[in-house]
């Protein structure tokens, strides 16, 4: 036995593997650099450059809080993504505990922890195959049976008890490598669900990320609003001050009351909007909605965040879809080895070594022993074809995972240009909102002395406040705008997780009910 189990380990070890290897697809690889700006862009960049200027000098020289900069002075730079991480993007702490209990409690991300684990398990069962079965039996019975009468020798009955114990071997010896591939597909399973883990990860944040800008858009809409609102109705308490000296007339005064009434209505819409945002958040948390804590304001955000120079087009490799992509490819890869081996002969070993006597007292002597060892072959002779069939479809699958994956890869790529395209306008936009504000800020302040001294009429003053208001939400919606396409852009590149294994980020551990 101890021969035949080296002879079959051998073989086993020196088989070949049947089907094909796996071997990675050629690059469906975006152009050697990013798309760049049209030409039309670059020949507004002077005006955007000098817009910028022109706010930053103002702010400093006259010191007018007023005056709206589009973000901060000076702004550190790296020279590229490949060292970024969330946590050194979102540099709000709120945002980060945030982000940390999402990773904890939410549902979705322990569904996933969860499933990993199935597949790291199912994983283990795969390469059990591999091994020899070992298993213990024990028996125990009365037994009798009819002796047939025979010549001179008279038949009869007997009976007698029997005690066994005995050590069953039972293994297929893979010398076609076909319980190799099955390993295979099952460990690409495996690292492709901990991709599919990566990629749910990566979303919440972003997810996450993007509903607290939100929130806190919403946040400073409300303000501008409850601003506008009280600014608004001290102007009507003027306009019927100056309706009862005989200064302008009633229907100055209903101009002035229907204008009160929009900035009132928003106020209600953006309190609802953020009961809404906030309930949105807590879920994403894993909790019940509830209220949600606030952080920086969105400007100061802005003043800390750090947005890439220059992204390498590889970042895209790190992308957890990508690579959940690659690994479904090399597990349909693997079963096509696994149908070719299903019509190849099934080599098999079977043994058994034990005691056996007719009382417990004789169970283990030397005179009780009992084996077997049997080598065995199973060919698969007519089954309809269904075996060959079988490969076809295991092919057309690995097709179909090869499909998918370059369409993963395109869509990637896609992703990440519409990201970058957005990073590249979005401070352009926000420095020509900027200086809208500004420029309207300083046209309210002219238009109310003007009618203060009678030169203007309510009509002058009410545009200018209107103006004003819907480019303060301009504004805001800029802001969380640039905050969010740099959100997009991290997330598209893979959210910063480090493309070595060795190098992986940790996730929080998880416990699961009942642990």
């Known amino acids: ?13 020196a088989a070949c593997a049947v089907g094909p290897s796996y071997k990675r697809p050629p690059e469906v690889a975006p152009a050697p650099a990013w798309r760049e700006p049209g030409g039309a862009y670059d020949s507004t960049r002077s ?23 589009p973000y901060a002075e000076k702004i550190t730079l790296p020279d590229s993504a490949q060292t970024m991480a969330w946590f050194d993007l979102l540099r709000d702490t709120t945002l980060q505990r945030l982000i940390t209990i999402a990773l904890n409690e939410n549902k979705d991300v322990q569904i996933a922890v969860a499933s990993v684990a199935e597949f790291r398990a199912q994983y283990g069962v795969a390469k059990g195959d591999f091994y020899p079965q070992l298993t213990a039996n024990g028996t125990v019975g009365t037994n009798k049976v009819l002796v047939p009468t025979v010549g001179a020798v008279a038949g009869g009955s007997a009976a007698f008890d029997v005690w066994r114990a005995t050590a069953d071997l039972s293994w297929e010896l893979d010398f076609w490598g076909r319980i190799r591939r099955s390993s295979q597909a099952s460990k690409a399973d495996f690292l492709s669900q901990e991709e599919a883990q990566r990629a749910i990860v990566l979303t919440l944040v972003s997810d996450v990320a993007t509903a607290y800008l939100e929130l806190r858009e919403l946040d400073e809409n409300l303000a501008i609003s409850r601003r506008t609102l009280d600014t608004r109705r001290e102007s009507l308490k003027l306009a019927q001050h100056r309706y009862k000296q005989g200064l302008i007339s009633e229907l100055d005064v209903a101009q002035f009351e229907s ?30 909605p509830a209220a949600v804590p606030r952080g920086r304001p969105l400007t100061e955000t802005l003043a800390l965040i750090e947005i890439p120079t220059s992204v390498p087009s590889d970042l895209l490799e790190r992308r957890p879809d990508v690579r959940q992509a690659e690994q479904a490819l090399a597990a349909s890869t693997a079963r096509i080895g696994i149908t070719i081996g299903d019509r190849l002969p099934k080599f098999l070993i079977t043994g058994s070594y034990g ?8 169970l283990f002597t030397s005179n009780s022993e009992i084996y077997s060892i049997l080598g065995g072959v199973s060919i698969p002779l007519f089954t309809g074809g269904r075996l060959s069939k079988d490969v076809d479809i295991a092919r057309a699958r690995a097709d179909q995972a090869r499909f998918a994956y370059e369409r993963t890869v395109i869509n990637a790529v896609q992703e990440a240009e519409n990201a970058l395209a957005a990073v590249r306008t979005a401070r352009d936009q926000l420095v020509a909102t900027a200086q809208q504000v500004n420029a309207l800020r300083r046209a309210v302040r002219l238009v109310n002395l003007r009618y203060d001294n009678g030169i203007s009429n309510y009509l002058e003053v009410l545009d200018a406040q209107r103006g004003l208001f819907s480019a303060e939400l301009n504004l805001t919606q800029a802001q969380r705008f640039e905050l ?4 997009q852009l991290y997330k598209a590149l893979g959210g910063g997780w480090p493309v070595s294994p060795a190098d992986s980020v940790s996730l929080p551990e998880t416990k699961l ?3």
């Open 1 to 13: 036995m101890r021969r035949l189990l080296l002879i079959g380990t051998a073989a086993t070890v």
């Open 47 to 69: 005006f955007f450059d000098s817009v910028r200027v022109v706010a930053d000098s103002t702010a400093k020289a006259t010191g007018d809080s007023s005056v709206t900069r």
């Open 259 to 288: 204008d009160v009434a929009q900035p009132a209505e928003q106020v209600a819409a953006f309190t609802r909007a953020v009961a809404l945002k906030e309930n949105q958040l807590s879920v994403l948390l894993g909790r019940n």
């Open 355 to 362: 005691t056996q006597s007719p009382n417990i007292d004789n």
């Open 484 to 487: 969010v396409s740099t959100v």
């Open 513 to 515: 009910p009942g642990q």
